[in-house]
């Protein structure tokens, strides 16, 4: 027999691709993997567990565990053990629809390389909102969940003093982390009340298990005579060229500040306010979009256990919604079936019967989610002159004048402007500028999509993609006429 | 419903948008209507280079003076005229290059070939592997990402309405001319502008003329932002590369490689075997972007009829209506080929001639 | 004062210290911690400037997205946050528009 062995032509024919190895994607791969397809599994991580359950760093050769370290190892060891072809460090960049099946273009140790699938399982999660505030670019602000793939992978606290401002159940995470890797925390600043969190005791006694957690994260912090200021949210940072200290005020219901300020000195500041789901390569595969303020904003329309009306593409996880790790997982394995189903497996029943108790676990994250997304008056902590797009140092006021001016959508802002052109591709602008056209038109968010998602999904270096490069195979075209 | 306007131009690119206010000047009513946000086809996401190099030999008066139009926009359109080259790296490129070049010099572009010493120290970041150039100095680029901003600003200064998110989904013929159905309500115009580039053809269908309109889907990349390592217009002898490094430092690279999609289904998508060759092509002209990021990659629709000339003039058959596009380098062209525009359906003398869009095509 | 929530760090272990050096500064890391990790530990957060304005600026995401923590290894411009830490590694800041 003849074998070929090119290289990029040697892609063999994968039954079910799997993208981002978190709770969501993990699971459907396990799922499929049962059900005896053909899975590869892909995450940019070097080893699976997704934002949750990010896996340690190879300078760590022993740690106590965590209840999101077990978790983690418990998945690694079922996708191991199941012998799923995991690769990790490996990014997605592209994803092509072919006559039969996808080609999913990925970047790995410098290389883009091409594979073919004959169904997509996008499993990518999700990134941070962060309202911008005056000196939030300064060097020793993080991303309050981002700070925790600090936590997670490289066991170590942001600084020497952090102040942890944010929404929802992560700040109390964030704090108790810090203080037990060893850091300390100077405050914790949220704008939840003790009554935001009262009002979602019915959730919370459907997960008795976290509501404890939570509630010992903050009986730790008080212990620890850590001031905790309810109603309150981080308004500006100090600091040349590094965080010195933060201004930090009350809020109203809303969120907007109003009243006194006080400053607390800190080295590091961790500030977040809730999740947006990537919706990139559903995107780029074709998924139309919908806003849903419950869910975390844009996601994709999905239908049933993660079917999409894009044949062959199934979606799970926080990147269809942000509902949390315990539903993420029951999603994934929801998707994983259902792929498999694509491809002739009976799942069926296996389905039915984890529906019910993935809306269960949605109910709870949903929850949470409520707890975690910004109020209108949020907005009113970027002030004119705070930067709104990181990348391109574009000031609130810079973005106010292009609305003025006329330009009515995330597109036109950032045609004009270049807001969302910078190296992150607009994962850090888009929201807050396309809330800031809403609020300043009048219009509903509903109607401020965010611009379209463009290939690559990752930076790519040109080396890796002129890599075999043979200038006589450039295919001369017929000269353009004359 | 509104007032019935003088003239509504259907499609906000620089077609539309630069013939609304070469109407408007003549006295005209007018308004211009876009699917989607001014500027958001062609116009604004094309590789922004004005090259005469590029220009096919009959279209080059009308390029020269397009060249003029967009010295005077300026800053406001970020017009760099920094000269440009244009490189062989084979023989069989060379005499392609020596032919076109001395026709289109023939034509009125002030092209000239260099010499291989003359182009190190030009640019001595670029390959040493190249066996011949030619260059023009006229040549440069502006940013079309500006197009939407820039005509928003020069409508409204000028008083012409303009509607984003209005697709015209219906033309129908009233006694007094027509009117166009929109989900932003009816609009009424004594005479119409089809200018909707590369979905000419479902717009005419809705007056029931076939244009035999095709679109090309041209990929545009762009790096981070990098060290200077160029200062003019790099294009290819063969077309298959132009690239330019802006003054912020990014380096935009083109040559109508070609991606997946269609007008009609209304998103374009990149193809990785496109863009490998494409950049692995910019890497062999210039070395130093192998250290280089792509951040961002992106198509547009091109329209052209099967003779490669352009659609300017009266929509064959309908009375009152008008046809522009199809512009082989209509970003470099657009502004002045709408000024000849506007003039004929103000009834003036055009200053060049205009292209029948009821002409016999026949492949040129 | 009573620490409730019991500070772990001194029950992690780590690989052994070694040195690489950041805009010519030696300084110390875990060899396979990420170099973000490495550079906050050391207190080493600016790391580059904004080409716009030249704000100051460092690691913000941590998770490979927002691109604020670009560093220059070997000539070519990486995410610190996913960059392993190898010892002896020259690592500089990302410097836009200069030549050189
Ligand atoms: C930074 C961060 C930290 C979080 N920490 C916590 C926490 O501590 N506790 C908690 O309850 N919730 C946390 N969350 C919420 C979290 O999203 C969980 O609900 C859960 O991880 C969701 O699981 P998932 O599988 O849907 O997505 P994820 O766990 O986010 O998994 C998605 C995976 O896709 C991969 N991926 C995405 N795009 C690409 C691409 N282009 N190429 C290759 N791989 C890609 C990512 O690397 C990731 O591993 C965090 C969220 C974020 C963003
Ligand atoms: C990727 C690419 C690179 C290019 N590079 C260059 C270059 O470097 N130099 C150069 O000179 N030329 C270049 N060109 C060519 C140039 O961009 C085009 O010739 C020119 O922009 C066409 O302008 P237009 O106004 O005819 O079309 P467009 O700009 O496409 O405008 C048509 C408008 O009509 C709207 N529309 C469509 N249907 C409807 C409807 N039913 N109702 C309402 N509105 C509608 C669309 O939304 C669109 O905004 C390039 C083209 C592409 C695609
Ligand atoms: S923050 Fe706007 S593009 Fe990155």
């Known amino acids: 027999m003849l074998l070929l062995c090119g290289t990029a032509q040697m892609a063999d024919l994968i039954d079910i691709l799997v993208v981002g190895a978190g709770p969501a994607g993990g699971n459907a791969a396990l799922a499929a993997a049962r059900h005896g397809k053909h899975v590869v599994l892909l995450d940019e991580q070097v080893k699976p567990g997704g934002q949750i359950w990010r896996a340690k760093d190879s300078s760590i050769l022993s740690a106590p565990q965590t209840p999101e370290s077990s978790a983690g190892d418990a998945l690694r060891a079922q996708i191991t053990k199941a012998q799923i072809d995991h690769r990790g460090s490996t990014r997605i960049w592209q994803i092509e629809r072919q006559t039969e099946g996808w080609d999913v273009h990925v970047l790995r140790d410098g290389q883009v390389e091409r594979l073919t699938t004959k169904t997509l399982v996008l499993a990518t999660g999700a990134h941070e909102f962060v309202q911008p505030i005056p000196g939030w670019t300064k060097p020793g602000v993080f991303g309050l969940a981002g700070a925790t793939a600090l936590f997670k992978q490289n066991l170590s606290p942001p600084g020497q003093r952090t102040i942890v401002s944010g929404t929802g159940p992560l700040v109390f995470f964030v704090a108790s982390e810090i203080c037990r890797l060893g850091g300390t925390v100077a405050a914790v600043v949220t704008p939840n009340t003790r009554r935001d969190w009262v009002a979602k005791l019915p959730a919370l006694a459907r997960r008795v298990d976290l509501a404890l957690r939570g509630a010992l994260w903050i009986v730790h912090l008080m212990m620890d005579r850590i001031p905790i200021f309810w109603g309150c949210s981080v308004v500006s940072v100090e600091g040349v060229a590094r965080v010195e200290s933060a201004e930090i005020q009350k809020l109203d219901a809303n969120w907007a500040p109003k009243g006194e300020t006080w400053s607390i000195d800190a080295d590091s500041l961790c500030l977040g306010h809730g999740l947006i789901p990537s919706i990139e390569a559903p995107q780029l595969s074709g998924v139309t979009i919908s806003y849903r303020s419950d869910l975390g904003g844009w996601v994709p329309d999905i239908g049933e256990d993660g079917a999409t009306s894009v044949e062959g593409v199934f979606l799970c996880g926080d990147g269809t919604g942000i509902r949390g790790a315990a539903a993420a997982e029951l999603h994934g394995t929801l998707a994983g079936l259902s792929a498999a189903e694509h491809l002739g497996a009976r799942t069926a029943k296996e389905r039915a019967t984890l529906r019910s108790r993935f809306n269960r676990a949605a109910r709870f994250g949903l929850a949470m989610t409520a707890l975690s997304t910004p109020r209108p008056g949020l907005a009113m902590l970027t002030k004119p002159d705070t930067i709104v797009c990181r990348c391109e140092s574009l000031t609130q006021t810079r973005i106010a004048q292009e609305v003025e001016v006329g330009a009515a959508s995330t597109n036109a802002v950032k045609s004009g402007l270049r807001a969302g052109m910078g190296p992150c591709g607009g994962k850090y602008c888009q929201t807050a500028i396309a809330r800031f056209i809403a609020m300043h038109e009048n219009r509903p968010e509903a109607e401020i999509p965010p611009s379209a998602p463009r290939p690559p999904l990752r930076p790519v270096p040109v080396s890796a993609l002129s890599a075999d490069f043979d200038y006589d195979d450039l295919p001369i075209p017929k000269p353009a006429p004359l | 419903m509104t007032a019935r306007y003088d003239i509504a131009v259907i499609g906000g690119g620089i077609m539309g948008c630069a013939t609304a206010l070469r109407m408007a000047e003549g006295g005209m009513r007018a308004t211009v209507l876009d699917q989607g946000d001014l500027g958001q086809g062609a116009s604004g996401v094309n590789a922004g280079t004005l090259s005469l190099q590029i220009k096919r030999v009959k279209l080059m008066p009308y390029a020269l003076k397009g060249h003029h139009e967009w010295k005077a926009m300026g800053d406001a359109v970020g017009f760099r005229k920094t000269g440009g080259y244009t490189l062989a790296f084979t023989e069989r490129e060379s005499e392609l290059l020596h032919e076109r070049q001395t026709l289109k010099a023939e034509a009125g572009a002030p092209i000239e070939f260099v010499s291989n010493n003359h182009i190190r120290n030009a640019e001595p970041n670029l390959t040493q592997k190249v066996i011949s150039a030619s260059y023009c100095p006229e040549d440069g680029y502006a940013n079309s990402s500006l197009t939407g901003q820039y005509y928003r600003g020069r409508l409204r200064d000028q008083g012409i309405p303009y509607r984003e998110r209005c697709p015209v989904t219906a033309i129908a013929q009233d006694g007094a001319g027509f009117a166009l159905d929109t989900p932003q309500g009816e609009i009424t115009a004594s005479r119409i502008l089809m200018a909707t580039g590369a979905w000419l053809k479902p717009t005419a269908a809705m007056l029931d003329v076939d244009l035999p309109v095709n679109a090309r889907i041209n990929t545009v990349s762009v790096t981070e932002r990098l060290k200077p390592l160029t200062s003019t217009v790099i294009g290819h002898a063969t077309g298959l590369l132009t690239m330019k490094q802006k003054t912020n430092g990014t380096v935009l690279i083109g040559g109508g490689w070609q991606g997946r999609g269609t007008p009609q289904e209304g998103r374009g998508q990149v193809t990785a075997g496109s863009l490998q060759p494409n950049l692995a092509l910019a890497q062999f002209a210039l070395p130093a972007l192998e250290n280089a990021r792509i951040i961002r990659s992106w198509t547009g629709f091109e329209a052209n009829v099967p003779d490669f000339y352009p659609l300017v003039g009266a929509l064959p058959g309908v009375e009152g209506a008008f046809v522009l596009g199809c512009v082989r380098g209509g970003y470099t062209i657009g502004p002045y080929i709408s000024k000849l525009m506007g003039d004929f359906i103000l009834d003036r003398e055009p200053e060049l001639p205009l292209f029948d869009p009821g002409r016999n095509f026949k492949e040129d | ?100």
């Open chain 3, 1 to 100: 004062m009573i620490r409730l929530a019991p500070d772990q760090s001194a029950q992690i272990r780590r690989t052994e210290k070694v040195e690489f050096t950041f805009d010519g500064t030696a300084i110390w890391g875990h060899a396979g911690e990420s170099l973000a990790a490495a550079l906050i530990r050391s207190g080493r957060l600016h790391l580059r400037d904004a080409p716009e304005d030249t704000d100051p600026r460092g690691a913000f995401c941590l998770m490979g997205l927002c691109q604020e923590c670009l560093v220059v290894l070997e000539g070519q411009t990486v995410e610190s946050c996913r960059i392993e830490l190898q010892p002896g590694i020259d690592v500089t800041s990302l410097r836009y528009g200069a030549d050189g």
